[in-house]
């Protein structure tokens, strides 16, 4: 079964940076659009990074031009670069894959503060 696994998550100072990785198995990885998403306690997920199975990116408005999506065909496996994190990027981040149905992995804290 298809299974999603997020690593990198951590405590930053605001400022700084992290790199989450999503390693998948048990699915065909390039067919497969790839995405992040975060959820802050009290507030709802909100599907941050995008990256289609053909390599086009979409992020939502908050962290353009911050934040990086990017994929691995080969090792199976989706990035994203967290650069200029500020307190209000504290969230869990979820790896997310869609195909027919939508996949998501256990999540990764990500905390910015001082």
């Known amino acids: 079964q298809v299974q999603l696994v997020e690593s990198g998550g951590g405590l930053v100072q605001p400022g700084g940076s992290l790199r989450l990785s999503c390693a998948a198995s048990?699915?065909?990885?390039?067919?497969?659009?790839m995405g992040w998403s975060r959820q802050a306690p009290g507030k709802q997920r909100e599907l941050v990074a995008l990256i289609t199975h053909g390599g086009s990116t979409n992020y939502t408005d908050s962290v353009k031009g911050r934040f990086t999506i990017s994929r691995d065909n080969a090792r199976k496996t989706v990035f994203l670069q967290l650069n200029s994190l500020k307190p209000e990027d504290t969230a869990v981040y979820y790896c997310?894959?869609?195909?027919?149905?939508?996949?998501w992995g256990q999540g990764t804290q990500v905390t910015v503060s001082s």
């Open positions: 997310y894959a869609g195909l027919y149905r939508n996949y």
């Open positions: 048990g699915m065909f990885f390039s067919n497969f659009d």
